[in-house]
């Protein structure tokens, strides 16, 4: 029996009030995150965003956000940032039209399993340099860099410490602060 793909045309006639993934061609739910995955995604942000804005490299996007990876595969991380070398990435508005600089999931009971394995193939087939896993119940980030098409872990960070990125040089952020108190 033939599977049903669906495509990036299909998707955009998806509810607006509900959001969606489509990964190999598959529509996949996603529920709203709870509340602690909320605050993280509210401090990093802002740590990223007065980064990036503060030295003039590009933008930060937040989930829901469109990153159009293929025809069959579209996602919504997290965080995401492109730089301005890349803005192309951003003609026509709707969507991130192609693989970001660097994607951030903050892992979730219900989507954990697909951000270390699905999408984390994904970004490395398409081409994103750099990939944070936030881990809320181990208080953990991993910084994964892309080489030679797959990502290798370059550092992991946990409570007390402070992370850093390739991508984003310069950035530093403290896990407590990242976190919260527990």
Not at 5 to 25: A, M, N, S, V
Not at 28 to 49: C, E, K, M, S, T
Not at 160 to 171: D, E
Request: proline fraction near 5%; aromatic fraction near 8%.
């Amino acid at each position: 029996m033939l599977a049903l793909k669906f495509t990036y045309e299909d998707y955009k006639h998806t509810p607006e009030d509900q959001r969606y993934e489509l990964l190999d061609g598959e529509l996949i739910v996603a529920p709203a995150p709870n509340l602690g995955h909320q605050r993280i995604d509210a401090r990093l942000g802002a740590l990223l965003h007065t980064f990036v804005q503060k030295k003039g490299l590009g933008e930060i996007f937040h989930a829901p956000c469109d990153v159009v990876l293929s025809n069959t595969d579209v996602v919504q991380p997290d965080l995401l940032f492109v730089a301005n070398q890349r803005a192309h990435l951003l003609i026509g508005g709707d969507s991130v039209l192609g693989a970001p600089d660097l994607v951030v999931e903050i892992l979730s009971p219900s989507t954990a399993g697909r951000d270390r394995t699905l999408k984390r193939a994904l970004y490395a087939k398409y081409g994103v340099q750099e990939y944070w896993l936030v881990d809320p119940d181990a208080r953990t980030v991993v910084v994964l860099r892309l080489g030679a098409g797959a990502f290798a872990v370059e550092a992991i960070y946990g409570e007390g410490q402070t992370m850093t990125s390739s991508t984003l040089g310069g950035f530093s952020a403290d896990l407590n602060e990242i976190f919260g108190p527990r």
